[in-house]
């Protein structure tokens, strides 16, 4: 069966996607020196990362065509209205890469919010002895709950997250954030089209309106000359005093020395951060001293191997479609899953 990867992304991506799925011929323009037009002649399946399938692209591959495979958990890069106007099934294929950052991005605002680090060394030093209660059983307890009593935990619920770039992990964060009941705003070079803003359930704002409304800063941009330093003094100073700031991306969007001021200052509430700007992060540096923030060593990619489980994801869902087998995440007739 053969399938057009219409977007490899670099010279060994064709034949490292192949081992997880012998039987299935799988060829990209890149590789094979040829064009898609070339290359797209009786093929059973396209797929692509970010390069828009058109109607005329699925027109190109004839009749042999019976699938189109987002390698992306986006139903945006596709035209869907001409995929059912030839009724030809849409796939996704989540990424978990992405997801693993997503759950990262939430961790870190669950931390802040209910201040897990402090607690559970408050609870593992015994610090209620400072407060004048002693343990005594549940059922007959005459103190609070939160017997540490901790100022400033709150929930997500009805919380206004702001994404700063909305791509794929972005995409799986306020898809998490709105679980929790949180309101999502996002601000991206290129806006979203109004039906896609609305099957998220985000809405779109300028960069300085998305600064000053936001209960959380999560930002998920890549690092370019554009970017750098991105998050800077002025940045920092736009957000709400009882904001946090969150960073899943990379360490060089944020301007840190802005960032230790604003947070020994007071002017945010606090920040998570899993990414610096030099890795592992420095042992004598300043936001190693700060008590209002939540700090982790990279883990958002998660335990590795992500590009091995994105191939054989995608190869899986090939190979199902060679054999007759059910496709995995699916599109229905009206674009929902």
Not at 97 to 117: D, N, R, Y
Request: charged content about 25%; proline content about 5%.
């Amino acid at each position: 069966m053969k399938a057009v990867l219409l977007d490899p992304t670099g010279r060994d991506d064709l034949e490292f996607i192949r081992k997880f799925g012998p039987g299935i011929d799988l060829v990209a323009p890149d590789a094979s020196g040829g064009s898609a037009d070339v290359l797209l002649p009786g093929a059973a399946a396209i797929v692509s990362r970010r390069v828009p399938v058109t109607g005329e692209l699925m027109d190109a591959a004839g009749g042999s065509l019976r699938l189109v495979q987002l390698w992306s958990g986006r139903r945006d890069r596709v035209d869907l209205a001409a995929a059912r106007a030839r009724a030809i099934p849409v796939a996704l294929m989540p990424q978990a890469g992405c997801i693993a950052v997503a759950e990262q991005t939430l961790l870190l605002m669950l931390g802040l919010s209910k201040k897990v680090v402090r607690g559970h060394e408050a609870t593992v030093g015994g610090a209620y002895r400072g407060l004048g209660v002693e343990p005594i059983r549940t059922e007959e307890r005459r103190h609070r709950f939160q017997w540490m009593q901790f100022p400033g935990i709150f929930e997500l619920h009805g919380r206004t997250l702001g994404l700063v770039g909305f791509g794929e992990i972005a995409t799986e964060v306020a898809r998490r954030a709105r679980a929790f009941g949180m309101e999502v705003v996002y601000w991206s070079r290129r806006r979203l089209e109004v039906e896609i803003e609305e099957e998220e359930g985000v809405r779109h704002r300028a960069l300085p309106d998305l600064l000053a409304e936001s209960d959380f800063v999560s930002l998920h941009v890549p690092l370019t000359a554009e970017t750098e330093r991105l998050v800077d003094a002025g940045a920092l100073a736009r957000m709400r005093p009882e904001a946090f700031l969150v960073n899943t991306c990379r360490g060089g969007v944020v301007d840190e020395d802005a960032l230790v001021e604003a947070l020994s200052s007071g002017r945010i509430a606090g920040a998570g951060l899993d990414v610096f700007l030099y890795e592992p992060v420095p042992h004598d540096h300043p936001l190693l001293r700060l008590e209002n923030v939540l700090l982790a060593p990279h883990l958002g990619g998660g335990s590795g191997g992500a590009r091995a489980k994105h191939a054989q994801d995608l190869m899986a869902n090939l190979a199902a479609l060679r054999e007759g087998r059910p496709v995995r995440h699916l599109l229905g007739r009206t674009g929902a899953e």
